[in-house]
C-alpha cells in the first residue's frame, strides 16, 4: 500500500449520488477513504437505500478493502433522523432526556441500531454527549440529553449498549463538548471561554462515560479555548493537546478519533485544505470526515503526504492510525455476531411506547385538561422549520388538529409564523371571541420572542394550553398561568403522544 492510499484510509468522504455506479468505484480505486458517509441527498426509499448500500459494498469488496466497509450516518433520532421517511421516527435525546431514564435511552440507541443494522449500516455518528449548558446554542440544543453531565453520561451510555446489542457502532460527540457556545461550527468556528477545570468537571463528564461504556469513536469539536493555553489557539479537533494529551492520555481513550466534517465552515474558512490534513494528523486524529467536494479531498491528502515526505509526520503515525481501524472494523464485526435487535415487526409499536413515555405535562394550574367536548378550541401551530445544517426537520403543517378533529372535540386550526410580529398577534386576539379556548403550539420560544408576545396577549384574553415542540426552555418564559406540555418533538408519533396528554390530562397512560 503506497502513502497515498494508507492517508486515503483515514479519510471518510462522500457520494454525490443516489447509486454505487462505475464512477464511484472508479473514485473509490484511485482513492481508497477508509469510510463513507451517508446523507439526505444519497437517500429516496429503502429499496433504494438498500441498494446503494450493497452497492458500496460491493465494491470495496471488489477493491479487496477489509470488511465490514466503514458506512456511517448521523442517525440520532428526533431533529436529525435521516430515516425517518423510510422507518419510524425515533424520538431525539432532549425528548428521552424528559424521562431521565436510561431505560428510554437503552430502547432509544436499540431502536436505532435496529434500523441501520437492516440497511446493513454498521456505525452511526451519534450519540450527541454535548451537555447544553447554552440555551442559546444554535446547533446542539434538541440533540442534547439535557443541561446535567450526570444525566447526560448516563443516558448516553445507556444509549451505546442499545446501539450495541443491535449490532451497531457508535461515534460519541462532539469532544470536548459543543453544548456551551454560541456559534454553529458549520457555519463559524465558536470560541468557548471555559477554563480546563471547568471543562473536566462539566462538559467532558458524559464522554469519560461513553469510554467506559465501549464506544467505538469519538468525534472532536470545532471549538476553540482561549482560556486554555496548551491548545496554543487551535480547535480542538486539530489540537494535539486536546485529541492526545487529554483524551488519548489523560482520559486513556484507545479507540479511533475522527474529527468533525473539516468541509463545515469553522475549519474550511479558517486554514487550507493541505494544512488542515496536516494538523488533523499531528494532532492525533485517526479518522478525517470530509464528506462532500472531491477537490477538497484530495488537497487534504496531498498535505499530509507531503508533511510525511518532508519529514513533519512519521510514517509510524500513519500506520498507528491504520492500526486502530482495524480494530474499529474489527468490533464492527463483533457487535455484529452478537446483535439481538429489535424485530421489525415491533418497530412501530416499540417507537410509539418510548415517545409516549417522553412527553410530560409539566403544569395545569388552571385544570384546563383533559380538553372538553363542551368547548370551542382555537388551535395555532408554528410551522416546523430546518433550523441548521444539522438538521432535517420537515416543512409541512402538523396535522395535530386532524387528531383532535377525529377524537371529537370542536376546534379550529391556524398556522403561524415562528415569530408572529405585532399585526399577527392582534388579528389572532380579535378573532378570539369566537373560542373559549386556545392550544397554542411553541418551537423555540425562547429565541423566537414573537410568539411569547403572542402567548401573553392570549392568555390575558381566553385560557391557554401550551405545548412546547421544540427546546423545553420554552416551559419558563410562557405565562405562569398556562398550561405546559412538554413535547420536543414533531414525528406523528409525537403528536399522537401530546393528543393523548391533552385529551387525558395523564402523561402516563
Known sequence: MNLEHKIARMCVTGLPAKAADSAFEERLGALPSGGLGLFPHNMDNEYQLRRLVHGVTAAADRLGFTSPYLLSIDEEGGSLANLKRIFPHVPGNRAVGLTGDPAAAFLQG????????????????????????????????????????????KLGAAFIKGMHEAGVAVTAKHFPGHGQVDGDSHVELPVCGLTLEKLMSGPVIPFAAAIAAGCDAIMMAHIVFPEIPEAEGLPASLSPYFVTDLLRNELGYQGVICTDDVEMGAIRNTYEPELIGELAVTAGNDMILMCHTPEFQDRVIRGIAEAVREGRIAEARIDESLQRIDRLQERMLLHSRHASPVPRAE??????????????????????????????????????????????????????????????????????????ASGMINEIIAGLEECDAVILGTWNAHIFSGQLDLAEAINREKPLITAVLRNPYDAERLPSAASVILVCGTSVYSLESLADVLTTGRTTL
Open 347 to 420: 418497530w412501530d409499536s416499540r417507537t410509539a411506547e418510548l415517545t409516549r413515555s417522553t412527553v410530560k405535562l409539566q403544569r395545569d394550574p388552571r385544570q384546563l385538561l383533559p380538553l372538553s367536548a363542551e368547548l370551542r378550541y382555537l388551535l395555532l401551530l408554528p410551522q416546523p422549520e430546518r433550523l441548521t445544517l444539522a438538521d432535517n426537520t420537515d416543512s409541512k403543517d402538523l396535522e395535530l388538529g386532524a387528531l383532535l378533529g377525529d377524537r371529537g372535540f370542536n376546534l379550529s386550526v391556524q398556522y403561524i409564523a415562528n415569530n408572529p
Open 110 to 153: 436499540k431502536l436505532i441500531g435496529s434500523q441501520l443494522a437492516a440497511l446493513g449500516i454498521p456505525m452511526s455518528w451519534a450519540p450527541v454527549l454535548d451537555v447544553n449548558t447554552n440555551i442559546l446554542n444554535p446547533v446542539v440544543g434538541v440533540r442534547s440529553y439535557g443541561e446535567e453531565p450526570a444525566v447526560v453520561a
